[in-house]
């Protein structure tokens, strides 16, 4: 299963969709690096994900990381409700940047 | 109801697209119940962590691993059972993880005693493998 990834002022946006799990976190992964190893600033969006495992958090952190070590920019958008839960709860609602949109990202400026 | 009441006993493969299946049931059965939306969310986020973990560490992510899964009433919670076949887990190895140490993996631990009232490894099965009980009080109903 591949996401839908847009490309919109300088950033690329994974759309994840739906409930990630086991069954589709690796696919997850695999589009957030690659997407990382072309941009410059990637962010994931999360409107759409009615339910994300340890597995689906587990590929945001390796963006998260992959993106720290290499001076690149990764961040959060649109986070569901079930997606916040889940980041809280592992206590990764501080630690991810996270913005209500891709235009609030976009006024925070560089 | 004055004793437990199986609601449910399954068995499924340890292939991660059951894992989708599994989630359907366990909304079911927690709406059966009554539980709360969050109480529904969160056994479900918990019993699939769980069987995940099953399916990474103790089958290795095989496929062709068994896990069997028993839902059950009690008069003031709803109790899963989950069960595997593979080799006897060392308990004293399972633990959370220090959340300040941002990576990935090793929440499932975490998440499923956050999440659940009561949860732990109960005798293992005499016939080898693996057997972890969760419990969700009924506290609020709907």
């Known amino acids: 299963m591949a996401f839908p990834v847009e490309n919109k002022e300088g950033f690329s946006v994974v759309m994840l969709n739906g409930e ?19 941009m410059k600033h990637v962010v994931v969006d999360l409107s759409a994900v009615d339910y994300i495992d340890s597995s ?49 990202r976009l006024k925070r400026g560089s | ?27 079911d059965a927690a709406d059966m119940v009554g539980l709360t939306e969050e109480g529904s969310d969160a056994v479900v986020l918990a019993v699939n962590e769980a ?51 941002v990576r990935p993996g090793g929440l499932g631990v975490h998440l499923i005693g956050s999440l659940m009232d009561e949860c732990g490894f109960l005798e293992p099965p005499a016939d080898g493998g693996n057997l972890f009980q969760m419990k969700k009080f009924l506290k609020e109903q709907s």
């Not at chain 2, 089958?59 to 008069?75: A, C, N, W």
């Open chain 1, 20 to 38: 990630i799990d086991l069954g589709n976190s690796p696919d997850a992964r695999k589009v957030i690096l690659n997407c990382l190893k072309k």
């Open chain 1, 56 to 104: 689906g958090i587990a590929s945001l952190v390796e963006g998260f990381q992959y993106a720290r070590s290499n001076n690149l920019e990764f961040g959060l958008i649109g986070v569901s409700e079930a997606a916040m839960s889940v980041l809280k709860l592992a206590r990764l609602d501080k630690v991810f940047e996270i913005h209500a949109s891709l235009d609030e």
């Open chain 2, 51 to 101: 069987c995940m973990n099953i399916i990474q560490h103790a089958y290795e992510m095989r496929p062709d691993g068994q896990i069997d899964l028993t839902i059950v009433q009690e008069p003031d919670a709803l109790v899963f059972r989950v069960r595997d076949y593979a080799d006897c887990v060392d308990i004293d190895k399972v633990c959370s993880r220090d959340l300040d140490d």
């Open chain 2, 1 to 27: 109801m004055d004793c437990e009441q199986q609601l449910l006993a399954m068995s499924f493969c340890s292939h991660p697209s059951r894992l989708k299946l599994l989630r359907c049931v366990l909304r």
